[in-house]
């Protein structure tokens, strides 16, 4: 069965920090490219990051720019997502997907986990 | 403000046909890059609908279809069901991000 699986969420301080994990199985990991989407709650979903198949390329929301950094291991089948800098804004649910095909933009997302929520107070 | 426009609610009687729109730019639709929609039932995760304008995944009803002209979009579905009752979103991309609608509530009456 293809299947996503997020951990890491939980409760951080304003400009804390945390890493989120997406392990990926049922399908070959590495000839897809991948993002997290996160949503607030009570709000709309809103795209985050995506990451080609080989890790190479790297694209960001401009809310996340230079504090979220995106990656992924092959070997364990693993994608990560590192928040650092954390605002109560950055307060939502996140959902990590699989893009349909390896091009990290440009195509819908067609597997998507469970999400894990990330909540960011005092 | 999300940027991608979508109407924040629709409503039908059970059998009837709806539509769901989705209004971009020439950043984003008009510039050519794809729209897909996403169905979000309540608690759940988003599960994709319709992707690269009008095509199905397998496994969804052809009473759903996508179209796309422009710089909208739109989702029809029709003979409304009541587990059709569900928040739409429609997503595309601009300068290589990815771009969501704000989503669209449908009632099924």
């Known amino acids: 069965e293809v299947q996503l699986l997020e951990s890491g969420g939980g409760l951080v301080q304003p400009g804390g920090s945390l890493r989120l994990s997406c392990a990926a199985s049922?399908?070959?990991?590495?000839?897809?490219?991948m993002t997290w989407v996160r949503q607030a709650p009570g709000k709309g979903l809103e795209w985050v990051s995506a990451?080609?198949?080989?890790?190479?390329?790297?694209y960001y929301a401009d809310s996340v720019t230079g504090r979220f950094t995106i990656s992924r291991d092959t070997s364990k089948n693993t994608l990560y997502l590192q928040m650092n800098s954390l605002r109560a804004e950055d307060t939502a649910v996140y959902y990590c997907?699989?893009?349909?095909?390896?091009?990290?933009?440009?195509?819908?997302?067609?597997?998507w986990g469970q999400g894990t929520m990330v909540t960011v107070s005092s | 403000q999300s940027v991608l426009t979508q109407p924040p609610s629709v409503s039908g009687a059970p059998g009837q046909r709806v539509t769901i729109s989705c209004t971009g730019s020439s950043s984003n639709i008009g510039a050519g890059y794809d729209v897909h929609w996403y169905q979000q039932l309540p608690g759940t995760a988003p599960k994709l609908l319709i992707y690269a304008n009008n095509n199905r995944p397998s496994g969804v009803p052809d009473r759903f279809s996508g179209s796309k002209s422009g710089t909208s979009a739109s989702l029809a579905i029709t003979g409304l069901q009541a587990d059709d009752e569900a928040d739409y979103y429609c997503?595309?991309?601009?300068?290589?991000?990815?771009?969501f609608g704000g989503g669209t509530k449908l009632t099924v009456l």
């Open positions: 997503q595309s991309y601009e300068s290589a991000s990815g771009v």
């Open positions: 049922g399908f070959t990991f590495s000839t897809y490219a």
């Open positions: 997907a699989r893009v349909i095909v390896a091009a990290a933009i440009g195509a819908a997302f067609d597997i």
């Open positions: 990451i080609s198949t080989d890790g190479g390329g790297t």
